[in-house]
């Protein structure tokens, strides 16, 4: 019965983010099509741009063949059944399949992002555990300092950042590369040192605030009356419950720097999915536009289920399928969790 519970629970789950994705890509869909379509034409993007020569003859030519000639509402229609199987159509600027695009330019921006969540959880935990291990007075010094800098770094463009960066160790060192289209080591620390600087400075106070609240809890109270000591307490019992909450901002940190790639891919001239979605918004290139945001969403759908999913496997009383025994969130989950959320909604 148990078991059958668990797995009915997890398929609810399941279940709500697959219709809440679909119902972000069809607001998606639906809101770059007609905010794209009111701002300007997109046969500019198709003719060649606004000082195009082309006559009536080859405007009428492309507009057949991209169905600009039937009514709004038919080519809306149109449009969100090609979304719906995937099918996005061809570039009206590219004349080529939106999906070859997508298809080459993902795997740019899922690398940088991957290794700036990698970096941004390393410099947190580091953060936090310091902060944790800090006594005394000389520890509220140390707290703070490092409280203070992940505020800032909490709040810092991501812009600022990089090009600060650029100015340091492009310009100024001139250890880095400023530009980089590849995926050579070298080419990927900055990009990747920008994305992360705000994420860890979010994780860091997250994680900190937990890993305080969770070594007051009862189980660390146990812990240390069975004789442990406080480096065994802290690796063992409160950092594990302290990441819950990290976890569960972890499939929104993705998506911000899935988002924050249209900026780092433009400022460090990297081939990837944010430059492209970026030229092709310039253009008013729809069918690219809607594929890119498309798939940025469903990515981000999907982290938030890898986030649950990890949660669960983390914390014990979530794999049980006892009421009794596995109430739904860790408390100190929630009160970081709820800490968390006021702040990103703040900033």
Known sequence: MGGRSRGARIARAVAGRIGAALLVVW?????????????????????????????????????AAYGLDQPLAVQYLAQLWRTATLQFGDSYARKQPVAELLAANL???????????????????????????SRGRPGRVVRA??????????VTPQFFVGAVLILVFAGGLGILPATSSGAEPAGLVLPVITLAVPIAGYLAHVLQGALAEADDAPFATTARSRG????????????????L??????????????SGAVVVEALFARQGLGRLLLEAATVRDVPVVIGAVVVI???YVLIMLLSDLLETVIDPRLRRGSAQHAPSRDPVSERSARSASTEVAGS
């Open 145 to 154: 300092t490092l409280s203070g800098i992940e505020t800032v770094a909490s």
């Open 27 to 63: 607001i998606t869909a639906t809101v770059v099509f007609f905010a794209l379509r009111i701002s300007g034409d997109p046969l500019e993007a198709i003719m060649g741009g606004p000082g195009s020569q082309a006559g009536p003859e080859a405007v009428a030519r492309a507009e």
């Open 107 to 133: 795997p740019p921006t899922l690398l940088i992002a991957t290794l700036a969540l990698l970096l941004a959880w390393a410099l947190a935990v580091v953060g936090a555990l310091i902060a944790a291990v």
């Open 245 to 258: 909450p990290g976890i569960a901002l972890s499939g929104w940190a993705y998506g911000s720097l899935l």
């Open 228 to 243: 442990a000591s406080e480096t065994r307490v802290l690796l063992r019992h409160t950092l594990r419950h302290a990441a």
């Open 297 to 299: 969403a469903l990515l």
